[in-house]
């Protein structure tokens, strides 16, 4: 490293007069926009498929946990309204946003493929199991402030992942119409 170093500062003057080669901007520029490509070809379908795998295996997880514990699904679970009126609160304004992107995304347009729909609405009631196990959780340990801040937390998660879908449900829906339009320019 040492040998570098002496090599730039006795040749500076090399350095700060001479010109790249003819090109060299182009070539530079044409990596960059090649790197930007590749970056820019994340796709959230991908995302969305580990999301999905990941709160499928939180999900069997806490169904498992359900069936060796041997929660009974008869009894009246508490919930966080039955604690306090501050948790009452939030908990009618978490559930009043969850509804009303629910009912956004159900009534969303997907086209051809009702099935994407189905799969999606799917997912996200069986999310509402999660819930429900921390809800059984707060019954047997009523006002442990954890299972209290993990249930919000759920809320939260599933109202941010609820968003992001439709963030992605709208971005998909602009690209498909711009084409749509570019196709439609062309024939004209």
Do not use: C
């Amino acid at each position: 490293m040492k040998e570098l170093e002496k090599y730039i500062t006795d040749n500076r003057e090399k350095f700060n007069r001479e010109e790249p080669e003819k090109g060299h901007f182009e070539r530079f520029e044409s990596r960059q926009a090649d790197y930007r490509k590749r970056s820019d070809s994340f796709s959230w379908k991908y995302m969305l498929q580990a999301a999905v795998i990941a709160l499928l295996i939180v999900i069997s997880t806490l169904w498992v946990y359900e069936k060796i514990s041997g929660i009974d699904e008869d009894t009246t679970l508490i919930t966080l309204a039955d604690i306090s009126p501050e948790y009452r609160e939030a908990e009618i304004y978490y559930t009043a946003l969850i509804n009303r992107k629910y009912n956004e995304i159900k009534s969303f347009n997907f086209h051809s493929n009702s099935r994407e729909r189905e799969i999606l609405l799917q997912e996200l009631s069986e999310m509402d199991t999660i819930y429900k196990s921390l809800a059984k959780e707060l019954n047997a340990e009523r006002g442990n402030q954890m299972v209290i801040s993990a249930m919000i937390k759920h809320y939260q998660l599933k109202l941010e992942i609820m968003s992001r879908i439709l963030e992605h449900l709208y971005q998909v829906q602009s690209d498909e119409q711009i084409k749509s339009e570019n196709d439609e320019n062309i024939r004209i």
